[in-house]
Structures are given as C-alpha cells and as structure tokens.
C-alpha cells in the first residue's frame, strides 16, 4: 500500500467518523426537539386539565354562593314573618278583655248614675285598642259586608226582605286580623232569601 492510497484511507475514516458525528447530533437535536414537543404536549394538557379544574372550582363557587344567598333571604323572610306573629298567643287571650270592656262600656251608656266610671272604662278600652293596634291586630267589618267563610263563623241564618242572601245582619262577636291573618273570626248572623223570594225565583 502506497501513502497516497494510506492518506485516502485516512480521510475516509476522517470523513466518516465526521459524518457518523453529524448523524449522532442531528439524531440529539432531533430527540431534543421531540422531546421539547412531547413537553409542550404534556404542558398543554396539564394546562386544560388545570383549566377544566378551575372552571369546575368556579362554578361550585358561585352554585354555593347563589345557595347561601337564598338561604339568607329565607333566614330574613322567615325572621319577619316570626316577629310579626310572635305575639299571636298573647293577644288571643286578651281578646276576651278587650270584649268585657267593651261590654262593659255598653252597658253603662244608658246609666247616668256611672258616667264617670263609663268614661273611665271607655278611655282604658281606647288606650288598650290602641295598643293592641300597634301589634298588628285589626277588627274585621262585618255588618253589611258579605258573608266570607275565611273570616266569619255564622251562627246563625234568618230570612231577610232587607238584605241580599249572605249579608251579615248581626255581629255577635268581633272577629280580628293579626297582620291581615285571621287571628279569630267574627262571629255572625247571616241573610238567607225568605220563602217569597225563593217562590218568585222558581217563577223564573
């Protein structure tokens, strides 16, 4: 073998081994890029993932939020309604004295001998009405009005030429609101038609 076939063989292993080292790092860079690829695609979906979890997070959040708003708003109507009946119990046991005075302010109006005393009673059956008032209660009307099962209890029914049928014509005892709900009804006496009414009703 000559040097010049020695020196041609040099550079081919030179070149070869150049080569085989280029390959080597293009296949580095080429697994380095892979794997900042595989990387982002690993990120990317941890990211969705993390986003999916925050939006979920967010949802429950505002869910609980609208949840315990309600709940207050529950809470604060059912402390209203509660005050406004706290004293239902109370003022069902005074009614019967508020309908002694009353009786008893009726009864003496004819009688001089006790007007001092009537005035007396009847400025205590104001004063005590009035505070009453101031609670919540309320007289429901009756003479004249028609007959409402919801806040009447008829006693009584009688023919009447005077009145349509279910008018109430007598108030036997006073009925009363506790914030416009029926704490007691009144109780009356009701307008039915009398027989010629009932005849010429037939006729027609």
């Known amino acids: 073998m000559d040097n010049n076939e020695s020196v041609e063989n ?21 697994d380095a890029e892979r794997s900042d690829a595989d990387r982002t695609i690993k990120l990317e979906k941890e990211l969705e993932e993390k986003k999916k979890e925050a939006e979920s997070n967010l949802d429950r959040l505002l869910r609980l939020h609208a ?17 406004k009946f706290v004293n239902e119990n109370l003022l069902k046991e005074l009614l019967p004295v508020l309908d002694n005075l009353e009786r008893a302010v009726n009864s003496a109006k ?3 001998v006790f007007d001092s005393l009537k005035e007396g009673v009847d400025m205590t059956l104001k004063q ?4 009453l008032e101031k609670a919540g209660l309320k007289e429901i009307t009756s003479i004249g009005e028609t007959f409402d099962p919801n806040r009447h209890e008829a006693l009584l029914m009688i023919e009447s030429d005077e009145h349509e049928k279910n008018t109430i014509v007598e108030e036997h ?9 029926v704490l007691r009804p009144s109780k009356v006496v009701v307008s039915k038609k009398n027989k010629t009414q009932k005849e010429e009703c037939k006729n027609e």
């Open 110 to 112: 004819n009688d001089k």
């Open 128 to 131: 005590f009405s009035s505070v």
């Open 10 to 30: 040099l550079v081919t292993e030179e070149k070869e081994v150049v080569d085989t080292k280029k390959e080597e790092k293009e296949e580095i860079a080429k």
């Open 173 to 181: 005892q006073k009925g009363y609101l506790l914030n416009n709900r």
């Open 67 to 83: 949840e315990f708003e309600n709940y207050k708003k529950r809470i604060s109507k059912e402390q209203i309604e509660f005050a």
